[in-house]
């Protein structure tokens, strides 16, 4: 499984953005890992990274292979894990904290199909926006989107390019107009998601070519601690929402919602996979978690 393990080297050291941290990862030696992806980019005949003294970065070409490889290696290592471990790998409970939104709207569903795949799989899901504190609370592993500000903490990516989406249903539009920039929502009613005592009231945006972003002060009549109800106020017509992407797509593909200054780049949110320890994840986590590392990968292919 030898180009397997380089691929995996290859796709570990893009995410960490060290080569070092991916060989630790996979207890490799630095020599060994840096000879995988000589091999690999000796297979492909292109460099997939930018070396120099102190930093490591993807080129051109590696981007767009990282794009492809993602979701290609999770289907190998799941196919590979299931012709090892059979279907008795697939037995046992799930303990899983999600956020509300994320939960109900995308995981649910693909839960209930892994579950029919795998009948010997039971879940218990909590959800919630608050975070689910992985040491002390009975959970396996937690999706929590941001990179983890615990260090300690054990996190397996499963989209690192995702990122938020502006957005409003026609009926608000149709009644308030269309902004036409981010500077436009100074006339509007935004719809806010509180964290704790927290109000997520400034919205980041970038525009082509310019490296700073730009930070809007937003205001609106709505606020709630729970992005589920932040959603729910976006379709019927309440409000401008900034949410992540994944929790709107559905609505987004449906026409129920409708993205907005498409052309400026807006906040990153990458999707992790977080647990104390290595030893969570057990080869049942990983199954589940390249199950919908594939679907994620899905979805963002398909963002307009």
Not at 12 to 41: N, V
Not at 164 to 187: E, I, K, W
Request: charge should be positive; hydrophobic fraction near 45%.
């Amino acid at each position: 499984m030898k180009s397997l393990q380089d691929l995996d080297i290859f796709v570990r050291t893009a995410d960490s953005g060290s080569l070092s941290a991916a060989a630790r990862a996979l207890d490799l030696t630095p020599a060994a890992a840096s000879a995988a992806l000589k091999r690999l980019e000796a297979e492909l005949g292109v460099a997939l990274f930018v070396r120099s003294t102190r930093s490591l970065r993807l080129t051109q070409e590696g981007e767009l292979f990282l794009e492809q490889c993602r979701p290609a290696l999770a289907s190998l290592w799941q196919a590979r894990d299931q012709l090892a471990g059979g279907q008795a790998a697939w037995r046992g409970t799930l303990q899983l904290a999600a956020p509300s939104d994320l939960g109900r709207n995308v995981l649910m569903p693909w839960l209930d199909a892994f579950q029919q795949q795998h009948p010997g799989v039971d879940l218990r899901l909590h959800l919630s926006d608050r975070a689910a504190n992985v040491y002390s609370d009975p959970v396996d592993a937690a999706f929590r989107y941001g990179r983890p500000q615990d260090s300690s903490l054990v996190a397996l990516p499963l989209s690192l390019t995702h990122r938020r989406v502006l957005c409003a249903a026609p009926s608000y539009l149709q009644a308030r107009g269309t902004p036409r920039t981010p500077h436009d929502l100074d006339a509007h009613d935004c719809l806010c998601f509180m964290l704790g005592e927290e109000v997520h009231d400034r919205w980041s945006f970038w525009q082509q070519g310019q490296p700073a972003a730009v930070q809007v002060r937003v205001r609106g009549r709505n606020i709630a601690n729970d992005g589920d109800a932040v959603r729910r106020w976006a379709v019927a017509g309440r409000g401008i929402a900034y949410k992540s992407y994944f929790d709107v797509a559905e609505d987004l593909a449906m026409g129920r919602l409708q993205a907005l200054c498409t052309e400026w780049t807006t906040e990153q949110v990458p999707l992790f996979l977080v647990a104390p320890t290595r030893r969570q994840f057990t080869p049942l986590v990983r199954a589940l978690k390249d199950f919908v590392a594939i679907r994620l990968a899905r979805l963002e292919q398909a963002r307009p």
